[in-house]
């Protein structure tokens, strides 16, 4: 305990209940053997649903801006999140519809899911789950201190930034890159599960993770909705 806490005081989280909204024959097959598809962000760029393509999935710019001295001021774009697998959800419940499926898998725990599936995918390095954030803004802005901005320069240029090493300062950033998602999209309330890997990340992989299951309910045993 903190010398600024006081004694007696505790502190709890909820857990937010995510519901991942799928055809009944896959919520099935999950709850039956543990089977469950992860996507990319490259296939997510090309969703059939219009009303739910975002064809600017992943793609961030990343501004560093530090006052001190002279001042600098640093821009990187890009898109991010190509080393990741990711499996979206939605915090709003009773989204058969918007989600055009017939059912559901409610995830009632996303870190211990998050990690057993974690497990099972080959060469994964990490990951995080967080919910969207959305904003008309696709940048992100931070001050990562006074930067030796030499190391950031081309070789045969020393006037122009290297790209590969400017890219290295997005990566200050954080997890937030994978999570940013324009603000015509926050009705859907997206929660979402990011698995980075060392490996190719190929359009989608298909794996069976049973021990996730404990993570998650049926629709049958929990109530939504009026």
Not at 70 to 97: A, E, H, N, W
Request: aromatic share 10%; net charge neutral.
């Amino acid at each position: 305990m903190s010398d600024e806490q006081e004694p007696g005081k505790s502190w709890g989280h909820l857990r937010p209940m995510i519901f991942r909204y799928l055809e009944k024959e896959h919520v099935d097959a999950f709850f039956a053997d543990g089977s469950l598809r992860v996507s990319s962000f490259q296939l997510f760029q090309t969703h059939p649903d219009e009303t739910r393509r975002d064809g600017k999935e992943g793609q961030c710019i990343v501004v560093h801006r530090n006052t001190s001295g002279t001042g600098q001021t640093i821009m990187v774009k890009g898109r991010f999140g190509g080393d990741c697998y990711v499996l979206c959800g939605s915090m709003r419940p009773s989204q058969q519809k918007r989600f055009k499926r017939d059912s559901f898998i409610a995830i009632h725990n996303p870190v211990g899911f998050g990690i057993v599936i974690a497990n099972a995918i080959p060469n994964c390095v990490g990951g995080a789950d967080s919910p969207v954030i959305y904003d008309r803004s696709i940048q992100v802005h931070r001050d990562f201190g006074n930067l030796d901005l030499n190391s950031f320069q081309r070789e045969d240029e020393p006037t122009q930034l290297d790209p590969t090493k400017a890219m290295t300062l997005a990566g200050l950033a954080g997890h937030e890159l994978v999570y940013r998602k324009h603000d015509k999209f926050v009705k859907e309330a997206e929660y979402r599960l990011v698995w980075q890997v060392s490996g190719v990340v190929q359009p989608y992989l298909d794996l069976r993770v049973p021990e996730a299951r404990q993570f998650c309910y049926p629709p049958d045993d929990i109530r939504v909705g009026g």
